[in-house]
């Protein structure tokens, strides 16, 4: 399997980006904007899924139609980082509905999760009977996300 974007080429590339942004292309579609047939989109296609660059396929949801529009971020600070304190942290946290993602860090603390509620008391509940709850958790801070400027699905690596 191939590691890195390196090996994509022009004509991947741009499968790609169509398909990032709109996965519900139909074949005949996305064999017209990159300008190859549809067998040869297609085979592209099945190669780039079984090679990892396509994961699956999904409904982009809207989070404020749902009722979830408060977004926080929160540091989060283990009071252990031996193995098992991670491994038990990271279980725990792929188990919270409304941990959105959840990034190990190098630096002054330990993780950055996405927190997504309905509202501010929402938020203040889950993180006081949940984030707070999880495994060898010592300490969070919270940011409050104002306004979402920008939020996607990565695609520099596409340009080229």
Same mark, same amino acid.
């Given at each position: ?23 519900? +292309? ?34 982009? +949801? ?99």
């Amino acid at each position: 399997m191939t590691d890195t974007a390196d090996h994509l080429d022009r004509i991947d590339r741009r499968i790609l980006a169509a398909l990032a942004r709109d996965a519900r +292309l139909s074949m005949a579609a996305l064999a017209e904007k990159v300008g190859l047939s549809k067998t040869p989109v297609q085979t592209r296609v099945k190669r780039l899924e079984g090679e990892g660059y396509i994961l699956g396929y999904h409904a982009a +949801l809207n989070p404020e139609r749902l009722g979830l529009a408060q977004v926080a971020f929160v540091q989060v600070t283990l009071g252990s980082t031996a193995s098992e304190a991670l491994e038990a942290f990271n279980r725990a946290v792929r188990d919270v509905p409304e941990i959105e993602a959840c990034h190990m860090i190098a630096g002054g603390f330990d993780y950055l999760i996405k927190v997504r509620t309905r509202d501010m008391a929402a938020y203040r509940r889950t993180l006081g009977d949940t984030i707070a709850a999880l495994p060898h958790v010592a300490q969070t801070s919270t940011f409050m996300v104002m306004e979402s400027v920008k939020d996607s699905a990565p695609t520099a690596a596409l340009r080229g």
